[in-house]
Nanobody
Framework: QVQLVESGGGLVQPGDSLRLSCEFS????????MGWFRQAPGKEREFVGG????????RYADSVKDRFTVSRGNARYSMYLQMNGLKSEDTAVYYC????????????????WGQGTQVTVSS
């Protein structure tokens, strides 16, 4: 069973940067793609960005492209979300997730989820 644990959330001001971490453990064999999602109050959970387990190919939602970067750790069992130029609309609970299917922006494609970490952008 794959376990995912996010960390790094917090309260920041508009324009600030923040880096989220996601640590993987358990049965990671067969994992194809890892994603970051977020869910703001009253809204559906949405795809932010993700990276392939094997090739490190990344993809992003249009709303965060050029501001956010997804990367893997050297040990390959960690994933990061570097968020620059944060805006108030980036406020949400951020989740990391993993699937055994491949690149996808659909929440239904992911079998494993972390517990989430709160990011609040406010002056």
């Amino acid at each position: 069973q794959v376990q995912l644990v996010e960390s790094g959330g917090g309260l920041v001001q508009p324009g600030d940067s923040l880096r989220l971490s996601c640590e993987f453990s358990g049965g990671t064999f067969g994992i194809e793609f890892m994603g970051w999602f977020r869910q703001a109050p009253g809204k559906e959970r949405e795809f932010v960005g993700g990276i392939s387990w094997g090739s490190d190919g990344a993809r992003y939602a249009d709303s965060v492209k050029d501001r956010f970067t997804v990367s893997r750790g050297n040990a390959r069992y960690s994933m990061y979300l570097q968020m620059n130029g944060l805006k108030s609309e980036d406020t949400a609970v951020y989740y990391c997730a993993a699937n055994r299917i491949g690149p996808s922006e659909a929440t239904t494609a992911y079998q494993y989820w972390g517990q989430g970490t709160q990011v609040t952008v406010s002056s």
